[in-house]
């Protein structure tokens, strides 16, 4: 078999392996979805109908090494937009996930577990349980002796999903803390200004609180 054949079947068998990891990574989405609708004393399949033409992807990480780690980002400080308990993240044993800790605004590093996934809380979630969930804002720092990979599968609604709080959720005693909004324009405008390398805020939802 000639090499360019080779290198071929290489990229087709790796095709199928993550083909199959994404579906099983999305079966796994649509149950933490259904755990979370039942901690809010929803049913189950209460947020089913917000991915008939969902947006999710997955992406695939890789953050080389850097000698002089604290002056570059793999990845600037954002909040996924995303819905979930989401995003589901696998990654190596390097490390370089911070998270912001609430309490004084400290960057708290995220210790790598074996055969575990990261699991991020999505604004989205934040929005619809009119905040009983909170998203976290985090950063990837890069390693100055070790390359990292990671593998994170963003679960996301259809883009025509007007994103709000649960109206089972909210009354005169509880009222919506934010006001609706397109989740594909959003989107689009989200990615405009997320992620850059920069210490400065991108869009975050914050923007629609009421």
């Not at 068998?13 to 004393?41: D, H, N, P, T």
């Not at 992406?59 to 090494?65: D, I, T």
């Not at 976290?136 to 100055?144: A, D, F, L, Q, T």
Request: include cysteine; glycine fraction near 6%.
């Amino acid at each position: 078999m000639s090499p360019s054949k080779m290198i071929l079947l290489r990229l087709l068998k790796f095709g199928e392996a993550f083909e199959e990891y994404a579906q099983e990574v999305e079966k796994l989405a649509y149950k933490l979805m259904g755990l979370i609708a039942q901690s809010l004393g929803l049913p189950a399949s209460r947020f089913d109908e917000f991915f008939k033409d969902q947006t999710s992807f997955i992406r695939l990480n890789h953050y080389p090494p850097c000698p002089v780690p604290h002056l570059a980002l793999g990845l600037g400080r954002h909040k996924d937009m995303g819905v979930h308990l989401q995003t589901i993240l696998a990654q190596d044993d390097v490390g370089g996930l911070e998270v912001k800790r609430k309490s004084d605004g400290e960057w708290v590093f995220v210790k790598p577990i074996p055969d575990a996934f990261v699991i991020n809380v999505g604004d989205i979630i934040q929005v619809w349980s009119n905040e009983t969930y909170e998203s976290v804002e985090h950063r990837v720092m890069v390693n100055s002796e070790k390359e990292r990979f990671s593998i994170p599968f963003f679960f996301n609604p259809s883009h025509y999903t007007m994103v709000q709080p649960l109206k089972e959720l909210t009354d005169e005693h509880n009222p919506p803390k934010y006001r609706p909004y397109n989740w594909g324009k959003f989107l689009v405008t989200r990615k405009a200004s997320s992620l850059k390398k920069l210490d400065v805020e991108n869009l975050q939802i914050h923007h629609f609180r009421i």
